[in-house]
């Protein structure tokens, strides 16, 4: 894994919110339907889907990392809430730090390189698959 100095994204301690169209976007799933999601992913990938961070509280939202402007001129089924930035329309995506306090946020799989991503139609097709 890089160090976080290599992932200047990450916050050194606690929770920030990133902008989303700068280093990324993201993908919204609530509640367990997304945790569900995040693992099918990850076996597709063999473990490696690209950074996914969860919430443990509220609509307990998982957030997929993708890269900027990949989720436009796409369908998206009901359910699944896009965090992109574009004309008249600005995003903040959570993301906790890699250690320490950041509760109720937590990485469910971490970065592994600056620009390894949640691959958006891998996302789309598992969306789309009973898992």
Same mark, same amino acid.
């Not at 290599?6 to 989303?20: E, F, N, S, T, V």
């Not at 961070?53 to 307990?60: C, D, Q, S």
């Given at each position: 894994m890089n160090?976080?100095?290599d992932l200047g994204w990450i916050p050194h301690a606690g929770i920030?919110?990133?902008k989303a169209g700068v280093q990324f976007d993201a993908i919204r799933v609530d509640g367990g339907h997304g945790r569900v999601l995040a693992?099918?992913?990850a076996r597709m990938t063999g473990g490696t889907p690209g950074p996914i961070v969860e919430e443990a509280n509220g609509r307990r939202a998982v957030y997929f990392l993708v890269p900027v402007g990949s989720t436009s001129h796409r369908t998206w089924p009901a359910g699944v809430t896009r965090l992109t930035a574009g004309p008249n329309r600005i995003s903040y995506i959570p993301v906790p730090a890699l250690n320490?306090?950041?509760w109720p946020l937590t990485w +469910?799989?971490?970065p592994t390189a600056a620009d390894h991503l949640v691959h958006t139609l891998l996302? +789309?097709?598992a969306l789309h698959s009973p898992g």
């Amino acid at each position: 894994m890089n160090t976080q100095s290599d992932l200047g994204w990450i916050p050194h301690a606690g929770i920030q919110l990133r902008k989303a169209g700068v280093q990324f976007d993201a993908i919204r799933v609530d509640g367990g339907h997304g945790r569900v999601l995040a693992d099918h992913l990850a076996r597709m990938t063999g473990g490696t889907p690209g950074p996914i961070v969860e919430e443990a509280n509220g609509r307990r939202a998982v957030y997929f990392l993708v890269p900027v402007g990949s989720t436009s001129h796409r369908t998206w089924p009901a359910g699944v809430t896009r965090l992109t930035a574009g004309p008249n329309r600005i995003s903040y995506i959570p993301v906790p730090a890699l250690n320490g306090s950041t509760w109720p946020l937590t990485w +469910r799989y971490r970065p592994t390189a600056a620009d390894h991503l949640v691959h958006t139609l891998l996302l +789309r097709s598992a969306l789309h698959s009973p898992g």
